[in-house]
């Protein structure tokens, strides 16, 4: 987020009061919504010390209070809503409504705010940009295209079925990933007991012979004084370095934008992230289309989706394409990202009229692609499983055995 400073006219006197936005449109957006009088000018200003304080205490906190909705109840939400708008009842006493009725405290919360939002006079999509970390951006763009096209109701159906989507696959994922997960976490825990309680029965057996150490078994006796002497502090730092990173990368985009590259050179990870991405855009994008919004405005709603930066920024470059009278299959050929066929398919739907059915058969396929890499995800990570589980089974065994067998023979060879 970038700071900026707007200048306002209230009640005769000029006050200039910072604030944050992505850039300048949504700040100026942003201080005619929330600041009473005549905004002369928004400009964008160096962060003063004192408020990168403040927002780094209210960041942090923040960051251990907030919780997003949980996905089930949000898409029973959705639904609700959908169908409660379809029927004529109107968005506030809809909002206040599914609000009463749910168990899901923070669903409730944000619920009862946006609908108090509305009652204020606030359209739907600007009362739901304050709570866009526990909504979604998928669910503002959708609420965002229902108010331009008119038909928030199907809007909000389409919502409703793209979250359910995104919940089966993140269901997927979890499921692939729990057999890895199990098997990590019980050799961790082999681990912790055998450096805990075995290696230091065998470290006073080794002091009293004063025997010559093999490489591993330094590396044991290592690990178990700093697990025995420093352990609690070295989870408590492991914990600090967690929540600064955490809050370096939500806060800065540079050092953002770098985490996310990195992870794009990641092994198994880069295409679980890759196709994630293309599956979720082209999702979006071709519901978009299908409801008639031009191709420059549903390609930036379908961006503005997109969590890696660097993806990010390639799609965005689509958009100037488009906007210079481009062709779409030229911008989306000039990011790299989709394959020569895709291409071909994008580039006869345009010609042919049907680009939303190609869109369409386009994000199926990325689809089809992300499944694959789920259903085979156990299979891939299985190699780096058994490399890191070898790796361990060989320290503990060369460290303890290696100078049993030293002091065996040395007791062999006095006789």
């Known amino acids: 987020m970038k700071y900026f400073v707007a200048t306002v006219l209230t009640k005769g006197k000029k006050e200039e009061i910072g ?25 964008e200003s160096q962060e003063p010390l004192e408020a990168q304080f403040k927002r780094f205490k209210t960041s942090f906190l923040s960051n251990i209070k907030k919780r997003k909705i949980k996905p089930d109840a949000l898409i029973a939400a959705i639904r609700q809503l959908a169908v409660m708008t379809n029927a004529g009842i109107s968005i506030h006493d ?16 944000v619920f009862s705010k946006i609908a108090e939002d509305i009652n204020a006079g606030h359209s739907i999509s600007s009362a739901m940009q304050n709570f866009r970390y526990e909504l979604g951006n998928l669910t503002i763009a959708m609420v965002e295209l229902g108010e331009k096209t008119g038909n928030l109701d199907e809007a909000l159906y389409s919502l409703a079925n793209m979250l359910e989507e995104i919940r089966a696959n993140v269901v997927k994922f979890k499921k692939a990933m729990a057999y890895p997960r199990n098997v990590m976490i019980a050799m961790a825990i082999a681990f912790t007991v055998l450096i805990s309680y075995v290696v230091p029965q065998f470290k006073s057996i080794f002091e009293e012979l004063h025997a010559q150490l093999p490489l591993p078994t330094l590396i044991l006796l290592k690990l178990e004084y700093i697990f025995n002497n420093f352990g609690p502090y070295v989870l408590a730092i492991i914990a600090i370095v967690f929540f600064v990173f955490k809050y370096l990368i939500n806060n800065y985009e540079n050092l953002r934008y770098g985490w996310h590259k990195f992870l794009l050179k990641v092994y198994l990870i880069k295409n679980i992230i890759k196709f994630a991405t293309l599956s979720r855009f082209t999702l979006v994008f071709s519901e978009l289309i299908r409801a008639g919004i031009p191709i420059a405005e549903a390609l930036d709603t379908a961006t503005s989706m997109v969590d890696n930066l660097p993806l990010k920024r390639k799609l965005q470059s689509v958009i100037s394409t488009v906007e210079k009278g481009g062709t779409l299959n030229k911008g989306l ?21 049907t680009l939303d059915t190609m869109i369409k058969k386009v994000a199926e396929y990325y689809k089809m692609r992300f499944d694959a890499i789920i259903d085979g995800l156990s299979e891939a990570i299985e190699p780096i499983m058994l490399l890191m589980i070898a790796s361990m089974v060989l320290l503990l065994a060369l460290g303890i055995f290696l100078p049993m067998w030293d002091m065996g023979n040395a007791v062999q060879g006095r006789r």
Do not use: H, W
């Not at 790299?336 to 009229?353: P, T, Y």
């Open 94 to 109: 809809s909002l206040s409504e599914i609000a009463s009725a749910t168990t899901d405290e923070a669903l409730k919360f």
């Open 333 to 353: 050929e000039e990011t790299g990202l989709f394959e020569n066929m895709i291409i071909q398919m994008i580039r006869a739907g345009e010609d042919s009229g």
């Open 19 to 43: 604030l944050y936005a992505e850039n300048k449109k949504e700040a100026n957006s942003y201080a005619k919504l929330k600041f009473p009088g005549i905004i002369i000018k928004v400009t």
